[in-house]
Every structure is written in structure tokens, then in C-alpha cells.
């Protein structure tokens, strides 16, 4: 019971020269809601995507139920790691995204961008995905829009029919990437509320944004990357409210600058 | 001087327009899907992780833009034979002149389609556990077509007419009976001025198709 639903250990991530991250390590068990803040730059949607492998890490393990990803072999004397297609795939299937930019297909409506994971990966028939793909855009509150097609939709919506595209795959951890940065402010609310009620149902979820009021209330740990690394961690109290180190202090002055 | 029109001669061998009206759109169908078929391996190759593929895609590009159609099929129909031995019909080397040189063009088309489709649609699809290939396929490929759809056209409409070229090597196509009447009846003026007008009543429509077809595919929008 105390193996962490998910375990980065010792996570680098380089791009060329320049090193966004050495040395990540982090536990997430099932339930934990985990908010990563930090400045622009600091390497919060790489270490998501590292999560997923949309990043591949240079170095360190990404280990999901106790299970490393990719196998260890021996190349010119150092030790690499190979990660095959079929097993990333395998992982991604477990691990949601949803992304800042939605990123839906638009060449299908919502239902299909909902039922395609199911059809193509899950090999599922035609009726059945239909049947669950409404079932996760009702859940999301768009089961009117179910043959929009993306460009008839509004930015919440998508971004709500991208949240139903990842349910449908019955993730065991969600990955959201600034899941409300590109929305008009009025459309922010409807998106929250969308994750606020995945948080209710106790889905494992790790959230990068700036929304430092939602991380508050909806996180059960805040991570603060700086430095090429997490600078600070713990409760949203302990980070948000009082946090210890300078760069996060200066950090989270600057976003209650303007909060009245 | 006035000219005094007359279609009698034409009319008298209709039979033999007709057959050459079959041959023009039997060598067009078949090098409208090798070539824009080809031209769609082509392009893939040109993706591929394997570094022989892409140099093979290069090359391929490369020597079949930069020489002329009619040279490649009078290559292929007297050259080629002295080269293996292989019996080369003016079909055969129709087909292999029009369609590799059009597989060359339109794989350049399927390229820019392909890599005009933003990175993130190729991150929501593997993100949801698609492998490389069901991501080309069911998402990047649909989408990347239906941009280059105007191109391809632009492509079968340049094939259908490429196929007067096969007249070089006797075959017999729309131009080569056309040239034949004329030359048996000395009525170089309706002869052309039919064959102009028998490629536009053919091709029009087709075109007319192909938009109908954009049309639709913009239902998404
Ligand atoms: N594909 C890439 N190639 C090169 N450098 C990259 C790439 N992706 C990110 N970087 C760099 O890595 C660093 C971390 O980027 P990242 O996008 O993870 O930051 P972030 O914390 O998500 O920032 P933001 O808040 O602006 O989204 C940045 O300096 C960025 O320029
Ligand atoms: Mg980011």
C-alpha cells in the first residue's frame, strides 16, 4: 500500500546546453492533488511533460505503480535507458494531459475527439465509445455539443471536451498544463469548476498554474520550481501563505500585489 | 479570306476520337493514383527515422523534378530496353514518364501538408496512448489533406493534360488521333479547336468535383 501511485526519481531534463532541471525527485500517491507554481521558464510544463514523455528525461526514472519505465541497457559503457513505443504508449493510457491550448482535433466534433482514444487505442466498438464518450462529455456538462465540431465551440468548452477526451481513457493520474492560460477571463470559472469537481471525486491529479486562489483550495501540496529544481514544497498553507525561502516569497508577493 | 468550318471529317471518324478519348482518361486514372499515391510514400519516406528512406525520398524528388516529362518517357520507352530487357508498351512508358514525375511534385505537396499541422496535435494524439502511425493516420494525415487539397487539383489537373506527351511514343491518346485526322484531312483548325475543347468539357467537371469535395470536407470549420 505504500508503493506511490507515481515516483520521479532523480528526474534531468536538458535542452542543448541549457539544463531546465536536475535531480527532480517526487512522490504522488493516490488522491494527491499536486499545483506546481514557479516564474516563466522555470520548467513546469517540461517537468509535466517529462511526466508523460513528451519529454523524454535525460536522465533518472519516471516509475509508475512501482513499475520504472523503459528497460536499463548497457551502451559504450555507460547505462541508458531504452523506452519502447508500445510501452510509452501502454503509460500514456494511464496518464491524462490536458494541455493550455486545448489541442482538440478539429476535424471531429466533440464526441468523436471524445471517443477517438477509445476506438483507436482501446480498440473499443463504435457504439460502446459513442455511449461512454457522452457519459464523459455529461459529465464535463457539454453533452448538447456532443456533434459540434471544435470551431463551433467556445474556449471553456473545448478546453472541457479536452478534459472529457482524457477521462474517457480512465487515467489513474490527470496532468493539466495551465489548463485555463489561454481563456478568456469570463470562461476561466467553467474550466475550474470542471477540475474542481475531478478534485471532489479524489482523482489523482498534478496541476501546473498560475491560478495561485485555485491551487489554494484545490491542491493537497504546492510545488514551487526554481533553480533548476523544487525550490520549496508542502501543504498550500505552508507554501502560499508562509513561505520560507526568498525566491518563493518574492514569488507569491508578487501575485498578491493586486488581490484585494 | 473566310474560312468556311466543317466538322464532316470529324464527325466521320468520331470512332476514332472516342478511342482516343479512352486512352487519355485510361492513362490519366492510372497516373492520377500512382502518382499522387506515390507521391504520398514518397513523402513519408522523407519523415522516416531510417536515414536510407529519407536520402531515397531526396533523390527521388530531386531527379524527377529537374528533368522533363517527355524526356523520361522517351527514356523509358527506347532507353530503358537497350538498358534490361524488358518489352516497354507507349503505356508503360506513359505511365512511368507521368506518374513518377508527378509522384516527385505531389510528394512535395504532401510534406508541406504534413508538416503544416501543429506540434500539438501530434502531442494530444500520442497523449492519449496513439502509437506514431494511428496518429498519422486517423489525425495528422485527414487534416493535412483536406489544406493540400487545392494543390493536389492543381496536380490532377496538370497530369490529365501531361498525357498529350504520350503521343511522343504512338500511343494513342486524344492529341495522337487528333493529329492523325488532321493530317489525313488538312483541317488542322477543327481538329485542335475540338481536342482544346473535348480536354476542357472533361476536366471541368472534375475540377467542379474536387471543389464540391473541399466544400464538404469544410464542414468542420
Ligand atoms: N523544445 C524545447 N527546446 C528548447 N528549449 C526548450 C524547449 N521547451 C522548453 N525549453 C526551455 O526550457 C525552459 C523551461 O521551459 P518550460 O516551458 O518548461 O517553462 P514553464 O515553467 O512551463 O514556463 P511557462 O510558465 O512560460 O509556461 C525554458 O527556458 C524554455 O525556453
Ligand atoms: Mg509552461
Not at chain 1, 495551465?178 to 496541476?207: F, K, N, Y
Not at chain 2, 464527325?11 to 500512382?34: I, P, S
Not at chain 2, 510528394?107 to 496518429?135: D, F, K, N, V
Not at chain 2, 487539397?149 to 496536380?155: F, I, M, S
Request: with cysteine; aromatic share 10%.
Amino acid at each position: 500500500m505504500d508503493t506511490p501511485l507515481l515516483r520521479l526519481a532523480g528526474l534531468d531534463k536538458r535542452f542543448g546546453e541549457r539544463a531546465v532541471f536536475s535531480g527532480v525527485d517526487l512522490d504522488v500517491k493516490r488522491g494527491d492533488r499536486i499545483a506546481i507554481i514557479g516564474a516563466s521558464g522555470s520548467g513546469k510544463s517540461t517537468l509535466l511533460r517529462c511526466i508523460n514523455f513528451l519529454e523524454h528525461p535525460d536522465a533518472g526514472r519516471v516509475i509508475l505503480n512501482g513499475e520504472p519505465v523503459g528497460a536499463e541497457r548497457q551502451r559504450a559503457g555507460a547505462t541508458g535507458i531504452r523506452y519502447d513505443e508500445g510501452s510509452l504508449n501502454r503509460l500514456r493510457q494511464r496518464v491524462g494531459m490536458v494541455f493550455q491550448q486545448f489541442n482538440l482535433f478539429p476535424h471531429m466534433t466533440a464526441l468523436g475527439n471524445v471517443m477517438e482514444g477509445l476506438v483507436t487505442v482501446k480498440r473499443m466498438a463504435r457504439d460502446d465509445a459513442a455511449r461512454l464518450g457522452l457519459a464523459e462529455l455529461a459529465r464535463v456538462g457539454l453533452a448538447d455539443k456532443a456533434e459540434a465540431y471544435p470551431a463551433h465551440l467556445s474556449g471553456g468548452q473545448k478546453q472541457r471536451v479536452a478534459i472529457a477526451r482524457a477521462l474517457a481513457m480512465e487515467p489513474e493520474i490527470l496532468l493539466f498544463d495551465e489548463p485555463t492560460s489561454a481563456l478568456d477571463p469570463a470562461l476561466v470559472g467553467e474550466v475550474l469548476d470542471a477540475i474542481q469537481t475531478l478534485a471532489a471525486e479524489g482523482r489523482t491529479m498534478i496541476l501546473v498554474t498560475h491560478e495561485i486562489g485555485f491551487a489554494y483550495h484545490m491542491a493537497t501540496r504546492v510545488l514551487f520550481l526554481a533553480e533548476g529544481g523544487i525550490y520549496e514544497q508542502g501543504t498550500p498553507d505552508e507554501v502560499l501563505k508562509a513561505p520560507r525561502r526568498p525566491l518563493t516569497q518574492a514569488f507569491i508577493a508578487g501575485h498578491r500585489r493586486f488581490s484585494f | 479570306m473566310t474560312y468556311r468550318w466543317d466538322f464532316t471529317p470529324l464527325l466521320d471518324n468520331w470512332q476514332a476520337l472516342a478511342m482516343g478519348a479512352v486512352g487519355t482518361l485510361r492513362l490519366f486514372a492510372v497516373c492520377l493514383v500512382l502518382g499522387l499515391g506515390f507521391g504520398l510514400v514518397v513523402a513519408l519516406a522523407r519523415r522516416s527515422r531510417w536515414r536510407a528512406a529519407r536520402w531515397f525520398s531526396i533523390g527521388f524528388i530531386e531527379f524527377f523534378r529537374n528533368t522533363p516529362v517527355l524526356v523520361q518517357i522517351l527514356w523509358f520507352y527506347f532507353a530503358l530496353p537497350m538498358l534490361v530487357p524488358v518489352e516497354i508498351t507507349p503505356f508503360t512508358a506513359a505511365i512511368l514518364g507521368i506518374s513518377l514525375n508527378s509522384a516527385a511534385y505531389s510528394a512535395e505537396i504532401y510534406r508541406a501538408g504534413i508538416q503544416s499541422i501543429e506540434p500539438g496535435q501530434w502531442e494530444a494524439a500520442r497523449a492519449i496512448g496513439m502509437s506514431g502511425l494511428q496518429t498519422l493516420r486517423r489525425i495528422v494525415l485527414p487534416q493535412a489533406l483536406r489544406r493540400v487539397l487545392p494543390a493536389l487539383t492543381n496536380r490532377g489537373i496538370e497530369i490529365f493534360k501531361m498525357t498529350t506527351l504520350a503521343s511522343v511514343v504512338a500511343y494513342i491518346e486524344l492529341l495522337h488521333q487528333g493529329r492523325l485526322i488532321a493530317s489525313l484531312n488538312f483541317n488542322p483548325l477543327e481538329v485542335y479547336s475540338v481536342i482544346g475543347a473535348l480536354f476542357f468539357l472533361f476536366l471541368y467537371p472534375l475540377v467542379r468535383a474536387t471543389y464540391a469535395l473541399e466544400r464538404r470536407l469544410a464542414r468542420s470549420d
